[in-house]
């Protein structure tokens, strides 16, 4: 008994030391690394100061929220910020921008007078991509938040929105529904999106996709995300729904109400295609409105899917923290980039 036990023992011992070496072996990989373009304005970060000192200059105030490493951050300052080309020059000259760590420790006076370390200001203002961005007029309302990268074509749409303080008249996704853009994509096919216009009936998981013909991420979608192996089985947990975001065709949303997509998209304030809604037992779990690369993509999927909202219903961030610590655990190492 006593060699068996001591036998079970030494098992045990090599298989923790195995998963302790896989584990150290297993790492996060596709961070990419950036600086912080040295034309962004130096703050001492009271917010309300801030945006007084651009009104003077007949400018609107934009943070830029990040983080070190993170992969789509990089992506946005590098094309729209940082590159010489029509938007960068067009927010230098109608915009001071400041950047903000989500994860930082510097204290920030807020429009409401409190003092906050940058991670509590975003958990303040439930900020749940990275990017975010944040721009306000000179009455220190907040009239655009950007969840997530946006290409320099698109981000531009946004800059004159607020640049022409069309938001004094509509929302950004009603302007974006007006503004006339190229058709330089058309829908495709894919085997598992279901043609269904009634989506009260599906009692299984739901991926509601909207794309439009002005799309400019959805090659990518299709070409670089649909194409995955991790989210296809993802998506083989949902019945998957694509919608023409321009379409006037009748549709019955998940509770039952008859809309059209283009109004449910504007109902939502959809302003990203493809966007994305993720339903479970008939409810609006989470939304996909940004670029995400395959691993994020996967687990946003997973995090409705397997109910996970159940133990973390608060932010998909706190799932994610957690996930991502439990497959470095078991040596599976992560690829967050593109």
């Known amino acids: ?123 303040k203002l439930k900020i749940q991509y990275s990017p975010t961005i944040l721009i306000f007029s000179a009455n220190k309302q907040i009239v655009a938040r950007v969840n997530g990268y946006r290409n320099s074509v698109n981000f531009q749409y946004i800059l004159d929105f607020v640049q022409t303080k069309k938001y004094e008249n509509m929302n950004l996704a009603t302007y974006l529904n007006k503004v006339e853009k190229n058709e330089i994509y058309k829908l495709q096919t894919n085997k598992m999106f279901k043609d269904l216009n009634d989506l009260s009936k599906i009692s299984t998981p739901l991926a509601v996709i909207f794309e439009d013909g002005s799309c400019t991420q959805c090659e990518h979608f299709h070409n670089k995300i649909l194409t995955n192996k991790d989210v296809k089985d993802e998506f083989s947990k949902f019945t998957v729904v ?39 037992n008939k409810k609006l779990i989470s939304t996909i409105d940004a670029l995400l690369f395959p691993f994020h993509f996967k687990e946003v999927l997973r995090y409705v899917s397997g109910k996970h909202y159940v133990e973390y219903p608060n932010s998909y961030l706190d799932y994610l923290r957690v996930r991502q610590d439990e497959l470095i655990k078991n040596g599976i190492s992560i690829n967050v980039g593109e």
């Open 1 to 123: 008994m006593k060699f068996i036990y001591r036998s079970f023992v030494a098992l045990f011992v090599s298989i923790l030391f195995i998963t302790n070496l896989s584990a150290k072996e297993a790492k996060i990989i596709g961070a990419s690394n950036h600086t912080i373009p040295s034309w962004f304005k130096d703050s001492f970060l009271d917010i309300s100061e801030d945006i007084e000192e651009a009104s003077e200059k007949n400018k609107h105030f934009m943070i830029f929220l990040d983080f070190e490493g993170c992969p789509y951050c990089s992506k946005m300052l590098k094309e729209s910020f940082e590159e010489d080309n029509k938007t960068s020059q067009f927010i230098k000259t109608n915009f001071d921008v400041i950047e903000l760590n989500v994860k930082g420790s510097k204290e920030i006076t807020w429009i409401d007078g409190d003092i906050v370390t940058e991670k509590e200001l975003t958990e």
């Open 242 to 280: 694509r919608v023409d975001a321009n379409s006037n065709s009748e549709i019955i949303t998940p509770d039952g109400v008859k809309t059209t997509p283009k109004e449910w998209a504007n109902n939502l304030n959809l302003d990203y295609r493809p966007a994305v809604l993720l339903f479970d």
